[in-house]
């Protein structure tokens, strides 16, 4: 009887250690899902854009009064199509930004627009 006794806590024993485990490695599984969680949303690089100095505008070169609110060109897309994720001065940055999109598989494309007489490259993505 004492031996079925012992055999029985002995028994007990290691279910008990089964699940101690058991609980030990999901929780080493739960913080690898973690750490892998983490560096995927790791930040991105940061883009190195093209600056070019240009020559500051002289009073005489502006005009009077501020023209006109600058209407959009026909070709550019409806406003719910997709998102504008930065408005740039130089193309080259422009399309710096738009293949850092292109390489991470998301759909992007530069339009180009007239802000104050000037020239603006928009980028726009669709997710």
């Not at 005009?63 to 026909?74: D, H, L, N, V, Y």
């Amino acid at each position: 009887a004492e031996r079925r006794e012992a055999e029985r806590v002995a028994a007990a024993r290691a279910r008990e250690a089964e699940r101690r485990a058991e609980a030990q490695a999901a929780a080493r599984r739960a913080e690898a899902a973690r750490r892998a969680e983490a560096q995927a949303a790791a930040p991105l690089p940061r883009l190195e854009l093209i600056a070019r100095s240009e020559a500051p505008v002289t009073g005489a070169a502006r005009p009077a009064s501020p023209p006109a609110a600058q209407p959009r060109p026909a070709s550019a897309p409806p406003a719910g199509a997709g998102s504008i994720v930065g408005s740039f001065a130089l193309q080259e940055n422009a399309f710096a930004v738009r293949d850092q999109f292109r390489s991470q598989n998301v759909r992007a494309a530069v339009e180009r627009t007239v802000v104050n007489e000037r020239p603006m490259y928009q980028v726009r993505v669709w997710r």
